[in-house]
Structures are given as structure tokens and as C-alpha cells.
């Protein structure tokens, strides 16, 4: 009667090895499916939230350089405009203090304002071409370009 009692409890240990032995493995199985299913999340989030936001993050930032530079562009080309523009208002005013007559003087006035309404179109143009220069060259990163 021994013998089969340890018949039995070695049959009941045997089975209840095998059946934690399953239960390891499917635990096992399982967890290396949510292991797997984790990183295929971790994988997608990184290429679908991660880097796109970190590429536009880049493109704002090659933007905001862009932008920095062509104000400062646009800035040093008003004030050597306005350093032009009153050298020049200065000469003709020397050239009206020694004008011989009024005639004289009327002439370098019509002359002055002739030559300072041309320089004021040629200096608009200039500043319009710099700010839609500007414009591209701010927004090209954002397209794709540059």
C-alpha cells in the first residue's frame, strides 16, 4: 500500500509539475507578447508622433534663423538708404548755400527732389524684393526646402 500511495503522490507531483510547467509557459508566452506588443507601440509612436514633431521642430527652428537674419538684412539696408538719403539732402544743400541766385537755387531744389523721388522708388523696390526674399527664405524650411 505504500508503494502505490507513492505511486499516486509522485503521479499527483508529476502532474502538478507538468501543469505549472504549461502555466510557466503560457505566462512566459504571454509576456513576451506584451513584451513584443509594447515595443511595436514604442516603435510606432516614435515614427508617427516622435520624430515628425522632432523634424517640425527643426524646420520652426531653421525658420526662426531665417527670419533673425533677414530682419537684420532689412534693417542695415534702411539705414544705409537713410545714410545715403541725407548725404545726399546735405550736398545739395552746400550746392544751394553757393548758388549765385535764386534761379540757381531752384534748380538744385528741382534737381534734388527729381533725383530723391528716383532714389525713393529704387529704395522701395529694394526693400519689397528683401522682404519677399525674406519671406521665402522663412518659410522654405517649412515646405521642404533649404
Keep these: 500500500m505504500a508503494d502505490e500511495i507513492k505511486a499516486g503522490a ?3 507531483a508529476g502532474a502538478a509539475k507538468a501543469a505549472t510547467d504549461r502555466a510557466a509557459t503560457a505566462a512566459k508566452n504571454t509576456a513576451d507578447k506584451m513584451r513584443a506588443g ?28 531665417k527670419m533673425a ?5 532689412i534693417g542695415v539696408k534702411m539705414i544705409d538708404q537713410a545714410e545715403t538719403n541725407a548725404q545726399e539732402a546735405f550736398a545739395a544743400m552746400r550746392r544751394a548755400a553757393q548758388a549765385k541766385d535764386l534761379s540757381e537755387v531752384m534748380k538744385i531744389q ?12 529704387t529704395q522701395a523696390r529694394e526693400i519689397g524684393e528683401l522682404i519677399m526674399q525674406f519671406g521665402r527664405d522663412a518659410v522654405a524650411p517649412l515646405k521642404g526646402g533649404k
Design 110 to 121: 528741382g534737381d534734388y527732389l527729381r533725383d530723391q523721388g528716383q532714389r525713393s522708388m
Design 38 to 65: 509594447a515595443e511595436q507601440a514604442r516603435e510606432t509612436f516614435q515614427d508617427k508622433v516622435v520624430d515628425p514633431a522632432k523634424r517640425a521642430g527643426e524646420k520652426m527652428k531653421a525658420s526662426g534663423q
Design 10 to 12: 509522485d503521479k499527483a
Design 69 to 73: 537674419e533677414g530682419g537684420s538684412t
